[in-house]
């Protein structure tokens, strides 16, 4: 996994906090449609996140939270665990497009997380999206609700860090074992997206329409084969590759299906693949 924080500090030594940025994506003629920034990306204790919504909310919905599974503030999900409906009072800094911390929201429930066929934690706020937006004019990033396409450029953006990483989507994973946990269709970075501990959670935005793709979540950084912080590739013959310095992401395209009105998490909706308790 792209560790929490505070699982990561012996490799920061390494890794620095004067690190070299990540290099960017080959030039092409097309530009981007949209200017992605850190707006509406949020610094969590130990990962990143950012502020979401689904093409069906509204703004007076309850504000969501997007993170990792493993950014859970009551420790890793176990293989096969779904939380839902989990009180919590965490905090996140909610930071501006030019990365400067703005504001601090806070949660008053874990909606939904898990690490079973995919690494999610979905919390709800005590604010809405347009309190937000009116008190500190940023608009939340909208989670899009169809499947990704290899080749697409992508940035990753780390509220943690303050830091941007490009790239694009090299392909996906039939599935990608790391230690207990298993997730399914896995989205693959070009070599570029060198993500480091402290980028767990971050929104994959897609350059070209500004939305939530995939959430960043893990890389192989010792060559290891299967174990944590070393996941593996197992395609549907069995087959196990690695792929070392190579990172990965969970794709959120199934996650809106899962809410209904008001932003209430409804796991029974027509549509809703999402693993359940």
């Known amino acids: ?13 390494l890794a620095g906090l004067g690190a070299t940025p990540a290099v960017a994506a080959p030039h092409t003629t097309e530009k981007p449609a949209v200017t992605v920034n850190f707006a509406g990306t949020v610094a969590l204790s130990n990962c990143s996140g950012s502020v979401i919504r689904f093409p069906n909310s509204a703004d007076s919905d309850p504000a969501l939270v997007l993170t990792n599974g493993h950014c859970l503030e009551t420790g890793f999900p176990d293989p ?38 995919t690494d999610v934690t979905i919390y709800r706020l005590t604010t809405t999206y347009a309190q937000i937006k009116s008190a500190y004019g940023i608009s939340p990033l909208t989670v899009h609700d169809t499947h990704p396409t290899a080749g697409t450029a992508i940035k990753v953006v780390s509220g943690y860090w303050k830091r941007t990483y490009s790239c694009n989507v090299d392909g996906f994973v039939y599935r990608l074992k790391e230690g207990d946990w298993t ?27 500004g939305k939530v793709v995939a959430v960043n979540n893990t890389g192989n950084e010792d060559g290891e084969t299967c174990t944590v912080n070393n996941p593996c590739e197992v395609d549907e013959n069995g087959n196990v590759t690695i ?28 549509g809703c693949t999402l693993p359940k308790p």
Not at 2 to 11: D, G, Q, T, V
Not at 89 to 104: D, E, I, K, Q, Y
Not at 192 to 204: K, L
């Open 243 to 270: 792929h070392q310095g190579i990172n990965y992401a969970e794709e959120t395209y199934q996650i809106p299906a899962c809410f209904t009105t008001g932003n209430k998490l409804n796991l029974g909706a027509a």
């Open 80 to 117: 096969g665990q779904v939380i839902t409906g989990q009180s919590s009072s965490r905090s996140f800094g909610l930071l501006n497009a030019s990365g400067s911390r703005v504001a601090t929201l806070r949660a008053n429930q874990v909606v939904y997380s898990t690490m079973t066929d």
């Open 183 to 209: 997730w399914k269709d896995s989205l693959r970075y070009t070599s570029a997206c060198n993500t480091i501990g402290g980028t767990s959670g971050s929104p994959v935005i897609d350059t070209t329409t």
């Open 1 to 13: 996994m792209n560790k929490p924080l505070l699982a990561a500090l012996s490799s920061l030594a």
